[in-house]
């Protein structure tokens, strides 16, 4: 006997925290594989204080949920002033009464496009993914991007790119018609144009952009519902073979991308979601799993013949 419990009660005790941990993460898993839904556990956990719906914490039933990590979460749980240390079953009426009612908004938008923002450090194969995603799913679409830059030869306007004034790029970023953009090579400047994008997400279909760290900070200003995904080399040591092998810049520019690198690097934490890029087609295959918006019964975006829409695919 210690501190007053017998061996025989602590053990039991501890049989008991291990078997509710289970319960609990078997919760997570049926959240996870759509077997059941938040809401459901979350009101199980309300009619019932001593479930294992009620014991889980609220930030581990919203990563539950697909497209969710903790950038994501944090966001979630900050606009319904809920604390993260909170479990279920530990939430005051007001609080739950928020957390029911936005993941009862979310059951209702199941279905709809989603918009996903590929972005990651130079050299990733941000390209390489994106391009075998369309290759992969020829339902893909790619959104024209607008640029100041003149057309190279055998470019097409309305084909290649939107080229534009000036003047004009100006209009289009004062009217909001630009999703994001930047100037790339300290010269031209790129965009994303917000209606395509806009037109295939209220046409249900899914949108992956495939974007810069400075276009995905934009992006998540502009459409916050955005899910920000990060695309990383399996090593430092594979960024820097895959940069030099390309064999494309001086050594000296070579220099400058990886200390760029290594600044991107540093931003992952601001992404909803991290993907490593050890092998294209199982990358490609994890991005267009986030394109998923779950639906009982529909097809998911991002598989054949479901119209999901590549855009943003310029250089910047």
Do not use: C
Not at 272 to 301: F, K, M, T, W, Y
Request: glycine fraction near 8%; aromatic fraction near 4%; charged fraction near 30%.
């Amino acid at each position: 006997m210690t501190n007053g419990m017998p061996d025989v009660d602590r053990s039991a005790a501890s049989r008991a925290a291990v078997a509710a941990r289970r319960a609990r993460a078997a919760v997570k898993q049926a959240v996870r594989a759509g077997d059941r839904s938040a809401r459901d556990v979350a009101q199980v956990a309300w009619r019932d204080a001593s479930s294992p719906e009620a014991g889980l914490r609220v930030p581990e039933l919203l990563m539950s949920l697909q497209g969710f990590g903790p950038v994501r979460t944090a966001d979630v749980l900050d606009r319904l002033a809920i604390s993260p240390v909170k479990r279920l079953g530990g939430l005051g009426p007001q609080q739950r009464q928020r957390l029911d009612d936005w993941l009862r908004q979310r059951d209702e938008a199941r279905g709809a496009g989603r918009l996903v923002v590929l972005a990651g450090p130079t050299a990733v194969g941000k390209g390489t993914v994106s391009a075998y995603i369309r290759e992969q799913h020829p339902d893909v679409l790619l959104s024209v991007s607008a640029t100041t830059r003149p057309p190279r030869p055998g470019e097409i306007d309305g084909v290649h790119y939107f080229f534009v004034n000036d003047a004009e790029f100006d209009r289009m970023i004062a009217d909001g018609e630009l999703l994001e953009w930047a100037v790339v090579h300290n010269r031209s400047r790129y965009g994303t144009p917000r209606p395509p994008v806009q037109r295939a997400l209220d046409d249900g279909r899914s949108v992956l952009l495939e974007i810069d760290l400075q276009g995905a900070r934009q992006v998540r200003e502009t459409m916050p519902e955005a899910l920000l995904v990060f695309l990383l080399p399996p090593s430092w040591e594979e960024l820097v073979r895959r940069l030099i092998g390309r064999g494309t810049e001086s050594p000296e520019e070579q220099a400058r991308r990886l200390e760029t690198a290594r600044v991107e690097l540093a931003a992952q934490d601001e992404f909803d979601e991290l993907v490593v890029n050890d092998e294209v087609r199982r990358a490609a295959q994890e991005v267009v799993d986030l394109l998923i918006v779950p639906s009982d019964g529909v097809r998911p975006p991002g598989r054949a013949g479901s119209g999901a829409t590549t855009t943003g695919a310029g250089p910047h």
